[in-house]
């Protein structure tokens, strides 16, 4: 009996190949994967975004949802030649582009939230709400 995986028509109606490609239409939507971390007085969101250019990236937190969206244009070569004088057999191009949102665990103070992007990955960091923060601000006694 041939059993069928009902996954590769959805994959073929999509347009991507069983090589692992993810080709829609010309145009490559994908997400990334993120940790959220929690401490006493923050938030941390840790995204894998390889290969982007910092000013490719756009990072957003609105309304406890935080929100990065990164795009570029990729082009690759089917076959590489030291020839300057070659002729294209294959060229890709493409546009690539990736989404991601997450609600936060809790209220934090949008406007102090700060971001780094160091060795292809982002991190978020969001400061919480004073009426999220434990203990409030320890001050000394001398």
């Known amino acids: 009996m041939n059993r069928t995986n009902p996954f590769d028509e ?14 829609a239409w010309g145009r490559d939507l994908r997400t990334t994967d993120i940790d959220v ?7 941390v969101v840790m995204a894998d975004l390889p290969g982007y250019d910092r000013e490719d990236i756009d990072v ?3 309304d406890g949802r935080l929100t990065i969206t990164a795009e570029r244009d990729a082009e690759r070569e089917a076959a590489e030649s030291e020839d300057a004088d070659r002729r294209y057999l294959r ?11 997450v609600d936060l665990p809790g209220h934090v103070v949008d406007e102090d939230a ?29």
Request: net charge negative; aromatic share 8%.
């Open 60 to 62: 957003r937190a609105t």
């Open 114 to 142: 700060s971001a780094t992007y160091r060795h292809g990955v982002l991190t978020v960091t969001l400061p919480k709400a004073a009426d999220e923060a434990d203990g409030g601000h320890r001050i000394d006694v001398a």
């Open 10 to 23: 959805i994959e073929q109606f999509l347009g991507r190949t069983s090589f692992g490609g993810d080709r």
């Open 37 to 43: 971390a929690e401490y006493d007085d923050e938030f």
């Open 91 to 101: 060229r890709e191009r493409r546009h690539e582009s990736i989404t991601r949102s």
